[in-house]
């Protein structure tokens, strides 16, 4: 189920900063792809003199009609937007409630939500929640973070010496295509069922988004920036200090978001499989000794949670790749 | 006279090529001499191997055969004494306007305070003070190819190379940066090999005029160009129209052969 999200991005197309649908506001992707397209009058401004001495009045104009309509009109559709985004959760809600109540299903399996939210205040309260949390957390940032520190060095590597790319190749897809989840018992089998396993999978689920983003990233530099910079007499290193890695960045990126996904994703399942504290351990509990509302409370955290970390990923990949619009 | 800057010496390339038998001469017997300080321009149908040459003579591939000098002393490779300004920009993206001019100085060396401070004059010299912090993006096709000469210049050369930079800008826009290309060239003094397909533009822009025609690319001729005056619509001179009309049915006659044979079935 994780292979939905394998696809690494398409650098081809750098038009889009995030390849995947996001989440977060597109409003903002959408003022800025309209700003970004500056109006090809902007460079006809006189030569010579007058040229020099223009302020960028005019050139501010041009390069920025997606604020043409106003401060006024701009809140206006956002808040429109932010509605319509929030009446659809709402209405998702309301069935939730209401489909219980009313006989719809069975409200031993599908307990109203209001119950549901209490469910999840009390085992906050109690503190299972934050133990279980906790532990979730630890696991996921530590195979996350390491699969960044093991992976995009890695990736540079590879997607410098061609050679090895076109060596290595075919066994990357075809990793890249086996299913991570597929993998576990083996992970299981090899490290045992305490956190070492767990990490172990979450570092290796999030590797391969990280590795094949960060390999085409390398690979499907402009050429003609690398001829450039060539021309300018630059060595093998700073050519790759100066050029290569700063184009990569955003490919890099994409490859870190959709891994932040995986680690949260996998680890679900690693934690279903032998673990003593944990989201999906606190799921899976719950759901054995048929504490239905628990198990709500629990996959509720999980996706809000899973929810956070992707927004927080897209904040940070904006920021790097904010020159990536044209 | 001025001595000779450039010196092409009977350059050859030959390509080989993937899948077919014989290998593609793309440029054959050229001689060539640019002098200091001038503006020579190239001009030439698509696909004759004008930019083969630029390549050549900026070092980023070797002749076949031949060889290109430069103050007499033969090339290795790219070198600072030689800048290009290319079609399409190859501006760094994630760089400012005036970080994209610091590169160059950059890889020359320049300490860093110069640096900025380099770069702003010699955005001023091609009419951007106040775009300094614009990303390419931000820059409409114009401007960015002023960024692009900026930084060409501002790690000074002595030799500009420039590769049609004006072809993907709009008529307006090229005739202003022609303009102000001329501007300049008369300011610092530059030998600049000026590339291009446009007739209308060789001849308004260089002092000489290399025609070349293509399978291979052979340069066919070199016509001085010199106008009484440049005062005024010289587009209108008609002089100009004489040398734009020479041109024009020497590329006709090519074109004419060149399409002969390609009706014709080789080997």
């Given at each position: 189920m994780a292979d939905t999200l394998t696809t690494p991005a398409t650098p081809a197309t750098p038009a889009t900063p995030a390849t995947s649908a996001t989440p977060a506001g597109p409003t903002a992707s959408a003022a800025s792809a309209a700003s970004a397209s500056s109006s090809p009058s902007a460079g006809l401004t006189a030569p010579g003199a007058p040229d020099r001495a223009a302020p960028p009045y005019g050139v501010r104009e041009t390069s920025a009609p997606g604020r043409a309509p106003g401060r006024g009109g701009v809140l206006l559709a956002r808040a429109r937007l932010v509605a319509q985004r929030v009446t659809a959760v709402l209405l998702l809600l309301a069935v939730w409630e209401a489909a219980p109540r009313a006989g719809l299903v069975d409200r031993v399996f599908v307990p109203p939500v209001s119950e549901v939210a209490a469910a999840w205040w009390d085992l906050a309260l109690g503190g299972a929640l934050g133990e279980h949390l906790a532990a979730s957390l630890a696991r996921s940032l530590s195979g996350f973070g390491l699969a960044i520190v093991v992976a995009i060095p890695l990736g540079l590597l590879i997607g410098w010496y061609k050679p090895v790319a076109d060596f290595l190749g075919p066994v990357l897809e075809l990793f890249r295509n086996t299913s991570a989840v597929a993998l576990l018992p083996v992970f299981v089998l090899i490290f045992g069922l305490d956190e070492t396993s767990k990490i172990t999978f979450v570092l290796y689920a999030c590797t391969w988004p990280i590795l094949l983003n960060t390999i085409s990233g390398v690979k499907t530099v402009e050429p003609l920036l690398i001829k450039s910079a060539r021309s300018l007499g630059l060595g093998p290193v700073a050519l790759f200090q100066k050029v290569v890695l700063p184009a990569a960045v955003p490919t890099i990126f994409t490859g870190v978001r959709l891994a932040g996904a995986y680690a949260i994703l996998v680890l679900l399942f690693a934690e279903m499989v032998g673990a003593k504290a944990g989201l999906g351990f606190l799921i899976n509990d719950a759901q054995a000794n048929f504490r239905i509302h628990d198990m709500y409370a629990g996959i509720i955290t999980i996706s809000v949670l899973g929810l956070l970390f992707n927004l927080l990923l897209v904040t940070v990949e904006r920021r790097f790749s904010t020159w990536r619009t044209t | 006279m001025s001595p000779v800057k450039i010196a092409i010496r009977d350059v050859g390339k030959v390509f080989r090529v993937r899948g077919a038998d014989r290998p593609f001469t793309a440029l054959e017997h050229i001689d060539l001499d640019v002098r200091e300080g001038e503006f020579l321009t190239l001009v030439g149908p698509s696909g004759c191997g004008k930019s083969t040459l630029l390549d050549l003579v900026a070092g980023l591939t070797e002749p076949s055969t031949g060889e290109i000098l430069i103050d007499g002393r033969a090339i290795s490779g790219p070198g600072l004494d030689r800048g290009i300004v290319f079609q399409q920009y190859a501006?760094?993206?994630?760089?400012?306007a005036l970080g994209n001019v610091e590169f160059g100085l950059e890889a020359k060396g320049v300490p860093r305070r110069e640096r900025a401070e380099r770069a702003r004059h010699f955005l001023g010299l091609v009419g951007l003070t106040g775009f300094e912090r614009r990303y390419p993006h931000e820059l409409s096709g114009g401007m960015r190819q002023r960024v692009a000469i900026a930084r060409s210049l501002a790690f000074d050369p002595d030799v500009l190379l420039m590769d049609e930079p004006f072809a993907a800008l709009d008529a307006q826009t090229r005739e202003s940066l022609q303009e102000e290309l001329l501007r300049i060239w008369g300011k610092t003094g530059k030998t600049v090999v000026f590339i291009t397909h446009g007739i209308d533009e060789a001849v308004y822009l260089g002092q000489r005029v290399a025609v070349m025609s293509s399978r291979p690319g052979r340069i066919t001729e070199v016509i001085e160009v010199a106008f009484d005056s440049r005062e005024g619509d010289l587009r209108a001179d008609p002089a100009f129209g004489e040398y734009r009309h020479h041109i024009w049915t020497r590329l006709r006659d090519e074109a004419a052969t060149a399409h002969h044979e390609e009706a014709t079935p080789v080997g």
């Open positions: - | 501006l760094l993206p994630w760089r400012t």
